[in-house]
């Protein structure tokens, strides 16, 4: 992913489908047409917002393209209008969101080791772009967010970022390896759902 519209093109694709999983989320809730819109835009483009203030690239490209803005809104829209066929909307957020946390790790990632950013500063920012929007989306949503319970979620954009960062450091990076990258984490997550996998939790404290 070395030419120049590679890493728009999947940040495009990560915006689209986290705005599908915010939007969806919003009209599980029966939000209004622009609380599912708001929403859309939040979960899209809060992670790359969050990415691009860290490493120091203003303003953000949420603001300084209008194709990220466009894509969250009309992909939020649409599903506000199409979610009679979307069945079952809860698996469906979970999936979407699945994909955008591994798209978005990728290109977090990738930003970051482009703007000269250690390898373990790089590791954090991919996890942070990969999370920030899920965060926002279910702050806004009411939930907890998934980030903070006990569900395979962090860990996942976390262990992505660490083979992204090995990929470049060892010239391996490129469309096919990086692809499988996003692909490996999408497929991490939804088998963590679907096996129940937990991180560990602290025990409760004893009665008096």
């Not at 599908?20 to 047409?33: E, P």
């Not at 591994?102 to 000269?116: C, M, S």
Request: proline fraction near 5%; aromatic fraction near 8%; charged fraction near 10%.
């Amino acid at each position: 992913m070395t030419g120049s519209y590679g890493p728009l093109v999947a940040d495009l694709i990560g915006v689209a489908v986290f705005a599908a999983s915010g939007g969806s989320a919003a009209v599980g809730k029966r939000l209004d047409l622009f609380g599912v819109a708001f929403v859309g835009f939040t979960a899209a483009l809060g992670g790359g917002i969050l990415r691009d203030l860290v490493i120091g690239s203003v303003p953000p490209l949420a603001f300084a393209d209008w194709r990220y803005v466009v894509t969250a809104v009309v992909v939020s829209v649409a599903v506000f209008w199409l979610h009679p066929q979307l069945y079952r909307v809860r698996r469906t957020v979970l999936v979407l969101d699945a994909a955008g946390l591994g798209l978005f790790t990728v290109t977090g990632t990738l930003k970051a080791l482009d703007a000269n950013v250690p390898a373990v500063g790089a590791c954090l920012v991919g996890m942070l772009s990969a999370i920030g929007g899920g965060l926002a989306r279910d702050l806004l949503t009411a939930e907890i967010p998934v980030v903070l319970q006990r569900e395979i979620y962090a860990i996942v954009a976390l262990g992505g970022a660490v083979a992204v960062t090995l990929l470049v450091r060892f010239d391996g990076a490129n469309l096919v390896t990086l692809s499988a990258a996003a692909v490996g984490m999408t497929g991490a997550r939804l088998l963590a759902l679907y096996r129940r996998w937990s991180a560990p939790v602290a025990a409760p404290p004893p009665r008096p």
